[in-house]
């Protein structure tokens, strides 16, 4: 199966499958255009939690630039 969402819509998905807290979801730092790859198992429970992305070196340094946005705002 393929979903395609983005901002809040993709925070909303990530917080279902993994079961995040409130708190769990603020903390998240989604890349932008970085695909991720949520393996789901017969009962729709991740395999890895968080998921995986296919380029993990590119998305590390995405994740941290939507942080530092995140953190710019806050200030």
């Known amino acids: 199966m393929l979903v395609v969402a983005y901002g809040d819509a993709l925070r909303v998905l990530i ?27 017969r009962e729709l429970r991740p395999g890895v939690r968080g998921g995986g992305c296919l380029d993990p070196k590119s998305a590390r340094s995405a994740a941290a630039t939507v942080a530092a946005e995140g953190q710019a705002r806050t200030d």
């Open 15 to 41: 917080a279902l499958l993994d079961r995040l807290t409130e708190q769990g979801v603020e903390d998240l730092n989604i890349p932008i255009g970085a695909p991720l790859c949520h393996g789901l198992d």
